[in-house]
Antibody, heavy 119, light 107 residues
Framework: QVQLVESGGGVVQPGRSLRLSCAAS????????MHWVRQAPGKGLEWVAV????????YYADSVKGRFTISRDNSKNTLYLQMNSLRAEDTAVYYC????????????WGKGTTVTVSS | AIQMTQSPSSLSASVGDRVTITCRAS??????LGWYQQKPGKAPKLLIYAASSLQSGVPSRFSGSGSGTDFTLTISSLQPEDFATYYC?????????FGQGTKLEIK
């Protein structure tokens, strides 16, 4: 079945880096745009970044631009989020999600991985 | 960036009630809007895409309408499993942006 599984979360000190992964299965990963969305504890959803199906275009939320990098390896069916210069306000559950073809809504979501930025 | 204003922020209702949640965009977004349901500790679930199209597998009591700047999500007859938090998301341009959420609680 169609599935997304995030990994790589953990506790990290402010200013340090972390890389999240999202393993896709059950669909042709290389045909879909992919997103990262996050949710701080007790807060609403925040869109973070998108990468087109072939990696040709990437867009970011202003809050992470210049610090986070989205990438993908279509040969490994895996999406990544490289997070540098982490701040306390980056503490959140990070979800990866798939683009609904032709519409850009997010139709498949992973269960999320938790990132805690704390000294 | 486009701002999405969702209302109300919380809502108490009873099983069988009809409820409506509203989202307003700070500029026109055609019909490029989706509605998502999230239950505690779970990932969001897509309910409606392109403002009014029902996602596969979603019960027909959910419906969406609107275009331009004003959008609504309607649940025609609340069921116990519908008590959750609902979000709109504009996917008209980047950065995408969510509304702040509406928590639907049992009265």
């Amino acid at each position: 079945q169609v599935q997304l599984v995030e990994s790589g979360g953990g506790v990290v000190q402010p200013g340090r880096s972390l890389r999240l992964s999202c393993a896709a299965s059950g669909f042709t990963f290389s045909s879909y745009g992919m997103h990262w969305v996050r949710q701080a504890p007790g807060k609403g959803l925040e869109w973070v970044a998108v990468i087109w199906y072939d990696g040709s275009n990437k867009y970011y939320a202003d809050s992470v631009k210049g610090r986070f990098t989205i990438s993908r390896d279509n040969s490994k069916n895996t999406l990544y989020l490289q997070m540098n210069s982490l701040r306390a306000e980056d503490t959140a559950v990070y979800y990866c999600a798939r683009d609904l073809p032709g519409v850009r809504s997010l139709d498949v979501w992973g269960k999320g991985t938790t990132v805690t930025v704390s000294s | 960036a486009i701002q999405m204003t969702q209302s109300p922020s919380s809502l108490s209702a009873s099983v069988g009630d009809r409820v409506t949640i509203t989202c307003r965009a700070s500029q026109g977004i055609r019909n490029d809007l989706g509605w998502y349901q999230q239950k505690p500790g779970k990932a969001p679930k897509l309910l409606i895409y392109a403002a009014s199209s029902l996602q596969s597998g979603v019960p027909s009591r959910f419906s969406g309408s609107g275009s331009g700047t004003d959008f609504t999500l309607t649940i025609s007859s609340l069921q116990p499993e519908d008590f959750a938090t609902y979000y709109c998301l504009q996917d008209y341009n980047y950065p995408h942006s969510f509304g702040q959420g509406t928590k639907l609680e049992i009265k």
